[in-house]
């Protein structure tokens, strides 16, 4: 009868359990690969959602500007044609013919922007002259 070694395990054994361990390494190893590629996607997708949202409220921080000066500026146009029939007439002098110019580039600059229609900036063009 052969006699058997006891105590450390033969060649064929030791390379049996280093292939184990290396299978069990590179298993361990891609799984933490795979969930550190998770974790990294959400974070960009959660990046990306958030810069969505402050470029969204940007956008309609800027539209309220955008109205409200518009806004503004129809009052004041409107207050000012409210105040002019109220004026007295000027004098039939060089004077008045300045201030339908300024007046009617006033107009034309609101009507430039968008504050005035088509239709308002004739209807104050014409009040202006008539």
Known sequence: ?????????????????????????????????????????E??????????????QMDAAAQQAVAQQQAQQQAQWQAQQQAAPAAP???????????????LQQLAALHAQGILSDDEFSAAKAKLLG
């Open 1 to 41: 009868m052969p006699l058997r070694r006891v105590g450390r395990p033969g060649l064929l054994g030791l390379a049996a359990r280093t292939a184990v361990v290396a299978g069990t390494a590179t298993a361990v190893s891609g799984g933490m690969q795979r969930r550190q590629q998770d974790r990294a996607m």
């Open 43 to 56: 974070d960009q997708q959660a990046a990306e959602y958030q810069a969505q949202q402050q470029q969204a």
């Open 89 to 103: 007439a000027a004098p039939a002098g060089g004077g008045a013919g300045g201030d339908m110019m300024a007046q």
